[in-house]
């Protein structure tokens, strides 16, 4: 790595310390199941940071940005995480095909907790599918992993947040084949994320989704039903929440 890319990660080391809050690094700590490290940087600051050296990093050959995003991943903090995706998502009109295979394999070895998989999932990898849509068939590959993390990748990954959420130019057969593969998965995560899938296309698909949920109910863990039906009328929450 060059002295002056190394230098930028040094920058954004030492303005996420001098950010650090105590009291909201607890609060966030309390946000996870798993041990998390973090400085204890708010958000909104973090992003800033982000925003202030992609100034020049934004010139970067796109291989360098790769290296100095993984220098950020690699260190296993959460604000460093935001900071190495906020710069992959700020080119993403510069990634190709290929490029996939580098961030699954970041996803593999560096997303660890469900705030980078979400982050990583809508600013990586939602973008490059909807781009490629063959790629597709590789996340929905992810639903059999043995990592939680990957497998609720394969399904946060078709979650495009704008003010709402809601599942934009993807085959719903796609979105229900990953939620049959993943429907008795033991991890309360995992069921949250393919839930929120489902919510997210309800919203254009209503009828399509009830229809799924009313097949398979019986053996959805409840937690992915509720959250598959968040945003549907009263009347057919309560009928897909009756048990009978």
């Not at 954004?12 to 809050?21: A, P, S, Y």
């Not at 995480?81 to 700020?90: D, N, V």
């Not at 991890?187 to 899938?197: A, E, I, R, S, T």
Request: some cysteine.
């Amino acid at each position: 790595m060059k002295i002056g890319t190394q230098r930028i990660i040094e920058n954004v080391r030492q303005d996420l310390k001098v950010n650090v809050d105590e009291k909201y690094k607890c609060a966030v700590k309390r946000f996870f199941k798993e041990k998390i490290t973090c400085y204890g940087a708010r958000t909104p600051i973090v992003r800033k940071i982000a925003k202030k050296y992609f100034r020049d990093v934004k010139n970067f050959d796109k291989k360098e940005i790769f290296n100095l995003s993984e220098q950020l991943l690699k260190s296993n903090y959460g604000e460093e995480s935001t900071i190495a995706i906020e710069w992959i998502f700020g080119i993403k009109d510069r990634l190709t095909k290929t490029d996939f295979n580098i961030f699954e394999k970041w996803l593999k070895k560096y997303i660890n907790n469900w705030g980078k998989d979400d982050d990583f999932c809508a600013h990586i990898i939602h973008p490059i599918i909807v781009r490629y849509p063959e790629l597709v068939e590789n996340v929905k590959l992810w639903a059999t992993s043995k990592n939680q993390w990957v497998r609720r990748a394969s399904a946060v990954s078709f979650i495009k947040t704008l003010g709402y959420c809601h599942t934009t130019k993807h085959n719903l057969d796609d979105i229900f084949d990953i939620a049959k593969i993943l429907l008795y998965d033991e991890k309360d995560l995992v069921q949250k994320g393919y839930g929120w899938m489902l919510k997210s296309a309800s919203v254009h698909h209503q009828k399509e989704v009830f229809d799924f949920v009313m097949i398979y109910k019986k053996n959805m863990p409840r937690t992915a039903l509720r959250y598959a039906i968040e945003k549907m009328p009263k009347h057919l929450k309560n009928k897909a929440m009756d048990k009978d």
